[in-house]
């Protein structure tokens, strides 16, 4: 009698290939979706500056886009400050508040580190800080690279530049991270 069926050597090899080709793809998947998180924070934040500075035009008055916990890595609050004091106050609305994980490091330069402030002309009130763009870096957590950067000019126009490209200030955040990790 004839039985059709799996030899023991048979199961083992395709034991085999799939364990090898799981071993190939889930690393090729999580850089995948490691790119894919920091795409999205690119364009979540350039979004979220060009609505403060559209509100800014609009309303005729003064918005600033904060880094929550001067992180923006952990998301932004934007408002409108009629006083100029850097404070939201009670009269004055949280427009939109933005919480994010994390886990995709963000880093800015001197005048966009903690927070950008747009006058009513939509142009960056660059308080302390010299002329020259701001550049917010999404960094790799394993390496000194920024490889999205949202860059707002002193115009206020805010665009997104996408590319490898080697940081000093991603160097920073990625040895702070394996601090962390360490302790």
């Known amino acids: 009698m ?10 083992l090899a395709s034991l085999v290939v799939i364990t090898m ?12 979706a490691r790119t894919q998180q920091q795409q999205v924070m690119a364009h979540d934040l350039a979004s979220a500056l060009k609505f ?10 003064d ?13 932004w ?12 106050a009670h009269d004055e609305p949280v427009l939109l508040e933005q919480r994010r994980h994390g886990h995709v490091r963000v880093v800015g ?3 966009v580190k903690r927070q950008v402030r747009f006058i009513a002309m939509g142009q960056v009130a660059a308080r302390g800080a010299g002329p020259g763009n701001g ?6 957590r394993r390496e000194a690279v920024s490889q999205w950067r949202v860059i707002v000019n002193v115009t ?3 665009r997104i530049e996408s590319g490898d490209k080697a940081e000093v200030l991603c160097e920073v955040a990625a040895v702070g991270s394996r601090v962390k990790a360490v302790t």
């Open 77 to 88: 609050t934007i408002w409108t400050d009629p006083n100029g004091n850097g404070e939201p």
């Open 21 to 32: 080709l799981t071993l190939i793809g889930v690393p090729v998947l999580q850089a995948l």
């Open 63 to 75: 918005v600033v886009v904060r880094a929550i916990d001067n992180d923006w890595s952990r998301g």
């Open 109 to 111: 330069n001197t005048l």
């Open 135 to 140: 550049t917010l870096h999404i960094c790799d």
């Open 2 to 11: 004839f039985q059709s069926g799996f030899s023991l050597i048979q199961l």
């Open 52 to 61: 403060g500075r559209l509100t800014a035009v609009m309303q005729e008055n």
């Open 156 to 158: 206020g126009r805010v």
